[in-house]
C-alpha cells in the first residue's frame, strides 16, 4: 500500500471521489423506490380505481348508405339521422338488472334485449344495436336515467328516409339489419344494414360503403373523453337510376286502392320510367323495428303487398294478346286486313259456343275492326286460322313466357302453351284451347313487365329490349363504378307493312274503339285494352276480370309505352285506359311545366 | 482476431454480465405481452436480433484493448460528428425530431452512439497532455471539443441524451478532482444559461416543463403521458396485474409503452416487488460499475468506466424519475428494458467496456 505514496494516495482519492458519486447516485435509487412506494403501496388503490376507470369505447360510425337517384337528378331515397339504442355488453356490470330496467322504461320486452345479448360474447366492446329509429322521448328517458344503465348508449346513425313510406316500394327494396341467417354468408358484421329487397339488395354492395370507427375513452361515467383514433367511414356509392321519380309518383296516385302494377319504359332503349306494384309494403317499417305480428300480417295479407306484380305477377293477358294473333296472322299470311266476317256475338265449334264480350256483336269487321273494337269473334275464327303453335311461337318472339331479364331478382316466367307440350295426363289439346288462346285466355300467363317489353318492339318495329333500372353507380370519389347501356335482346322479324299495319290499327283502338278513355288531345296514343277473365272467384265488388292496357305513344314515333294492369279491376277500356291516360298526360302535355331543381350540395 | 488469452477469461464479471442478461430478460417479456406475436416483425424478435447485434458488439470491444480504442478517439470522434451532422440531411422527422438516419433496413440514431464517443473522446483528451494534473487551458478545449456535438444533439432537437450528457462530463470532471470551487462556479453558469435554454426549446418541450411543475395543467395534452403512467405505475399495487391483466399498458392508454415508458408496462406488471427486482438489479450493475472505476489504476480506464457507468446511472434516473412523475418528460429510453436498437446496441457495446477494463484491471 505504501510502496509510493504519492500514486497511492491519488488512488485513494480517486477512489474517494468515485465513492462519493456511487452514493449520490445510490441516493437517487432510493428515491425512486420511495416513489414507487408512494404509486404503488401508498396510492396504489386509488390508482387501481382510476386505472378501472380508463376505458376505452369503440364505436363504429356507420357509411352513410349511398344515395339513389333518378334520370334528373332527384332524390328516390335519402339518408337521415336516427337514434339507435345499442348496448356494450363489456359495459353492463349487473346485465339483468340493466336489461330490465330498459325493457321498463322503453316497454321493450326483456327477451329480445336478451336475445341480442346472447348472440355476442359477454365481454364485448363493440355496441350491440337493439333498437333502431328511437322517438326524441326514448331517447330523452334514456339520457336521463344514464346512471342506473351502464352500458346503454344512444347512437346517430344514418338511416334511409322515404319520400312516402310505400314510394317506389317493390323497385327500391327495404333495408334491414342483417339476419341470422345472412350472417352465414360470412360477408357481413352483426348489426349491419343491408338491401334486402328491390335495387337496395341488388346494389348493395355499391350502396353499402366501408363503415368507419372511432375508439374513444371514456370516464366512469361513459361521458367521452377525447377520440383517440378515428377513422372515417367510406360512404356508399350513388346510384343514377333510369326511373322518372315524377312519373312514378304519377303512376302511384293514379293505381291508389287499386291492386295491379304499371310499366312505364321507353321504346327506344329499354329504360324503365316507372315500375309499381300496388299495394305496396310500408319502406319505412320494414326499415326500423317491425314486429313480428306486422311481418306476419303482411306476408299472410291476401292482397300479396310484397309480390313485385309487375314482374312476379302472373295473369292471362286477354285481349292484348289479339296484338300477337295479328302479327302472326298477317306475317304467314293466314290473315289479310281485308278479310271481313260478321259478327253476331257467337261462335259455334262443335258442341261449344263461345261468346262475344259485346252482345249482339259488332256486325261486319275487317281486321282492322276488330283490332279496334276488340271483336272476340272475328279473333276466335283468326286463331283457328293461324293455328295455336304459330301463335305460341309468335308469343314466344315476342318475349311472352320468358323472362325479360331485368335486375331486380325474383322474376316469373309466365307461360305459353304448346300443343306439343301439353303434361302427360292431360287432355290432348283441342281447338277449344286454340280458340281460346286467340283471345288471350287459357293456360296462357303474362308478367306486366313482359306485356310492356313486348308493346315496345311493335312500337319500335321488332327489337326487344332487356329492361335497363340502372345508369351508373359512381362512388364517392367520383369514379364510375358501374355502368349499364341499354341490351338488345331479342329482335322481332316482321315485314314493314304488318309494322304499320300493326301500330295502325293499334291507335284506331284508342281513336275510335275500346281504348277512348286514353284519347289525349294532341297525342296520338297507340295500343290495346284487355279485360282477362280469372278462374279463381272473388267476391270483389268490382267483378273478376282484370283490366289491361298496353300502349305506346306517339303511334309513329313512340317514345313511351305504358301498361296498366289492373287486378280484377274490371274492364280494360272502362278502369286501365283512364289511368294510362293521366301517365301519358305526365309525359308528355305537363313536361313543358316540368321544374327541375337542382339538387342541395 | 478475438484474441483473448486465459487470464483475461478469468476476470470476465459474471455479476456484471448476468446483472444485464436479467434485465434483457424482464424486457423481452414485457416486449412480448405488449406484441405478442410469434412472426418475425413482431417487437420480441427484432429486440432479439439487436440483442444479438449488441452481444457481437460487446465482444469485439471486450477482445481489443480498450487503451488502444482510445488512441483512435480522434477518428471516432470526426465520425461521430459526422453522424450527427448527417441527421440534420439525411434525418427522418419523428414526432417534430430529427433522430434517425435510415442504413438499409435500419434506422440508427447517432446521438446514442455518440454517448461512447463522447466519453471515449474526454479520456483521450484528459489524458493526452504531458501532465497528469490539467489546467484550465485544457478545461477550455475539453468544452469546446464536447460543446460542438452538444449542441447538434440539442438542435436535432435530442433533449435527453444531452441531458444526460451533462451528469456524465461532471462525474468524470469530479472524478479527476477538479476542484470544488470550479465545478461551482461552473453549475452557476449552467443556472445562468437556463433562461437562454427556455429560447431554445421547442413549444412541445417547454410544455412537458411546465406541465411537471403542474400535472393538471393540460391533462388530455401533455400532461396525459405522466397521468397514464402514474396510473399504470400505481395500479401495479404491491403484487401487480400479472402479464395479461395489465389493461392500462394493453389497451394502449400509454403511449411509447414499448420504448420511453416500458418501465411502466413493467411496474403495472409486476408491482411494487417486481420493481424492486429490477431496481435491485439495476442496482447491481451500477454499484459494479462505480466499482470497477474505482479498481482502475490505469487513468483512461477509470474514466473510460466512470463515464460508462454514469450514462447507465443517468440513464437509469433519469427515465425511471420521469415514469414515476418525479422528473419532466424527456426522451430517454431506460438501458437494456426500451426497445429500440441503437439503445441496446450502445447499451451492451458500453457493458462491454466496462467489462474490457475490469479484465486488464491487473495487469
Known amino acids: ?601 | 482476431m478475438l484474441r483473448l488469452d486465459r487470464r483475461l477469461l478469468q476476470n470476465v464479471d459474471w455479476l456484471l454480465l448476468g446483472a444485464a442478461l436479467f434485465i434483457i430478460g424482464l424486457s423481452l417479456t414485457c416486449l412480448w405481452s405488449l406484441n405478442p406475436g410469434r412472426g418475425i416483425s413482431s417487437l420480441v424478435w427484432r429486440q432479439v436480433s439487436w440483442v444479438g447485434v449488441g452481444l457481437l458488439g460487446l465482444l469485439v470491444v471486450v477482445s481489443v484493448d480498450y487503451r488502444n480504442l482510445v488512441r483512435t478517439a480522434p477518428v471516432l470522434y470526426v465520425v461521430g460528428l459526422g453522424l450527427l451532422t448527417s441527421v440534420f440531411v439525411l434525418g427522418r422527422t419523428v414526432s417534430g425530431a430529427r433522430r434517425w438516419i435510415h442504413l438499409g433496413p435500419f434506422t440508427v440514431q447517432p446521438s446514442e452512439l455518440f454517448k461512447l464517443i463522447f466519453i471515449i473522446t474526454l479520456a483521450w483528451a484528459l489524458t493526452s497532455g504531458r501532465g497528469e494534473r490539467f489546467s484550465r487551458g485544457m478545461l477550455i478545449g475539453i468544452f469546446v471539443l464536447l460543446g460542438v456535438p452538444f449542441l447538434l444533439v440539442v438542435r436535432q432537437p435530442d433533449l435527453g441524451t444531452a441531458l444526460v450528457l451533462v451528469p456524465v462530463l461532471a462525474a468524470i470532471l469530479v472524478g479527476i478532482g477538479i476542484r470544488l470551487k470550479v465545478l461551482g462556479a461552473l453549475s452557476l453558469a449552467g443556472v445562468a444559461a437556463m433562461p437562454l435554454a427556455w429560447l431554445v426549446l421547442k413549444p412541445y418541450q417547454r410544455d412537458r416543463l411546465l406541465v411537471y411543475l403542474d400535472p393538471f395543467r393540460d391533462p388530455l395534452g401533455t400532461a396525459y403521458n405522466v397521468i397514464q403512467a402514474k396510473i399504470a405505475i400505481g395500479s401495479g399495487q404491491l403484487l401487480g396485474k400479472g402479464m395479461g391483466g395489465a389493461t392500462q399498458s394493453r389497451l394502449s392508454f400509454l403511449p411509447e409503452r414499448h420504448t420511453d415508458f416500458i418501465f411502466a408496462v413493467f411496474a403495472e406488471m409486476w408491482g411494487f416487488l417486481g420493481c424492486l427486482v429490477l431496481i435491485v438489479a439495476y442496482v447491481l450493475l451500477v454499484m459494479r460499475g462505480f466499482e470497477i472505476a474505482a479498481g482502475t489504476r490505469e487513468m483512461r480506464g477509470r474514466i473510460l468506466a466512470l463515464g460508462v457507468t454514469t450514462v447507465f446511472a443517468a440513464q437509469i434516473l433519469i427515465n425511471i424519475g420521469m415514469v414515476t412523475g418525479l422528473l419532466p418528460i424527456v426522451g430517454i429510453p431506460l438501458p437494456l428494458m426500451s426497445y429500440g436498437g441503437s439503445s441496446m446496441v450502445v447499451s451492451l457495446t458500453g457493458l462491454g467496456l466496462l467489462l474490457s477494463i475490469r479484465m486488464r484491471q491487473f495487469h
Open chain 1, 1 to 601: 500500500m505504501a510502496l509510493s505514496p504519492s500514486p497511492a494516495n491519488r488512488r485513494e482519492a480517486w477512489g474517494r471521489r468515485v465513492l462519493a458519486l456511487a452514493v449520490v447516485t445510490a441516493i437517487g435509487f432510493v428515491g425512486l423506490v420511495g416513489q414507487l412506494w408512494y404509486l404503488q403501496v401508498l396510492e396504489g388503490g386509488r390508482m387501481q380505481e382510476l386505472s378501472e376507470k380508463n376505458r376505452i369505447r369503440v364505436r363504429p360510425v356507420a357509411a352513410p348508405r349511398g344515395i339513389l337517384f333518378d334520370r334528373n337528378g332527384l332524390a328516390l331515397v335519402d339518408n337521415r339521422p336516427a337514434f339507435t339504442l345499442s348496448l356494450i355488453p363489456r359495459e353492463m356490470e349487473d346485465r339483468n338488472s340493466v336489461v330490465a330496467r330498459l325493457a321498463v322504461l322503453l316497454k321493450m320486452p326483456v327477451g329480445d334485449l336478451m336475445e341480442a345479448l346472447e348472440r355476442v360474447p359477454a365481454d364485448s366492446i363493440r355496441p350491440v344495436r337493439v333498437r333502431r329509429g328511437l322517438s326524441l322521448e326514448d331517447v330523452t328517458k334514456v339520457e336521463e336515467r344514464k346512471l342506473e344503465l351502464p352500458g346503454v348508449i344512444v347512437e346517430v346513425e344514418p338511416q334511409r328516409v322515404y319520400p312516402t313510406s310505400t314510394f317506389a316500394a317493390h323497385l327500391l327494396g327495404y333495408v334491414r339489419e342483417v339476419s341470422d341467417e345472412q350472417m352465414k354468408q360470412g360477408r357481413y358484421r352483426r348489426g349491419d344494414m343491408i338491401g334486402q329487397s328491390g335495387l337496395e339488395r341488388l346494389l348493395d354492395e355499391y350502396l353499402r360503403g366501408r363503415d368507419g370507427g372511432e375508439r374513444i375513452e371514456v370516464d366512469a361515467m361513459g361521458r367521452p373523453v377525447q377520440v383517440m383514433r378515428r377513422e372515417e367511414p367510406d360512404p356508399g356509392a350513388q346510384v343514377v337510376t333510369t326511373i322518372d321519380r315524377r312519373i312514378q309518383e304519377i303512376a302511384e296516385q293514379a293505381m291508389a286502392g287499386k291492386a295491379g302494377s304499371v310499366v312505364v319504359l321507353d321504346p327506344r332503349n329499354g329504360d324503365v320510367l316507372a315500375l309499381t306494384s300496388s299495394p305496396a309494403f310500408p319502406l319505412d317499417r320494414l326499415t326500423g323495428n317491425i314486429d313480428r305480428d306486422e311481418w306476419l300480417r303482411l306476408v299472410k295479407d291476401p292482397m300479396t303487398p310484397l309480390m313485385n306484380r309487375a314482374l312476379q305477377g302472373q295473369y292471362p293477358p286477354g285481349s292484348v294478346f289479339k296484338i300477337i294473333v295479328a302479327a302472326a296472322g298477317l306475317q304467314e299470311g293466314s290473315l289479310a286486313p281485308m278479310d271481313r266476317i260478321y259478327c253476331n256475338g257467337e261462335f259455334s265449334l262443335g258442341h261449344w259456343t263461345f261468346k262475344d264480350w259485346k252482345a249482339g256483336g259488332h256486325g261486319h269487321v275487317d281486321l282492322r275492326t276488330a283490332v279496334a273494337q276488340s271483336c272476340d269473334v272475328y279473333f276466335y275464327q283468326a286463331g283457328l286460322k293461324v293455328g295455336g303453335d304459330t301463335m305460341a311461337r309468335y308469343a314466344q318472339a315476342f318475349g311472352l313466357g320468358a323472362p325479360t331479364g331485368i335486375d331486380l331478382g325474383g322474376e316469373r316466367f309466365g307461360l305459353v302453351p304448346f300443343a306439343a307440350a301439353r303434361p302427360r295426363g292431360k287432355r290432348p289439346w283441342q281447338s277449344g284451347d286454340t280458340v281460346n288462346m286467340s283471345i288471350g285466355q287459357g293456360q296462357l300467363l303474362v308478367t306486366p313487365l313482359q306485356v310492356a317489353r313486348m308493346m315496345g318492339a311493335v312500337a319500335n318495329g321488332g327489337i326487344l329490349w332487356k329492361p335497363r333500372l340502372v345508369q351508373r353507380v359512381a362512388k364517392a370519389d367520383g369514379s364510375l363504378a358501374y355502368s349499364a347501356t341499354s341490351k338488345m335482346t331479342e329482335r322481332v322479324e316482321l315485314s314493314p307493312v304488318v309494322w304499320a299495319f300493326l301500330r295502325n290499327a293499334l291507335s284506331a283502338v284508342v281513336k275510335e274503339g275500346t281504348g277512348a278513355a286514353a284519347r289525349l288531345p294532341g297525342l296520338d296514343i297507340a295500343g290495346k285494352t284487355g279485360t282477362a277473365q280469372t278462374i279463381a272467384k272473388s267476391d270483389s265488388a268490382k267483378g273478376q276480370d282484370h283490366a289491361w292496357f298496353a300502349s305506346f305513344a306517339p303511334a309513329d314515333d313512340a317514345q313511351a309505352v305504358v301498361v296498366v294492369f289492373v287486378e280484377r279491376g274490371g274492364h280494360g277500356g272502362d278502369v286501365a285506359a283512364p289511368i294510362a291516360r293521366k301517365i301519358y298526360e305526365a309525359l308528355f302535355l305537363q313536361k313543358v311545366a316540368q321544374v327541375t331543381l337542382p339538387e342541395p350540395g
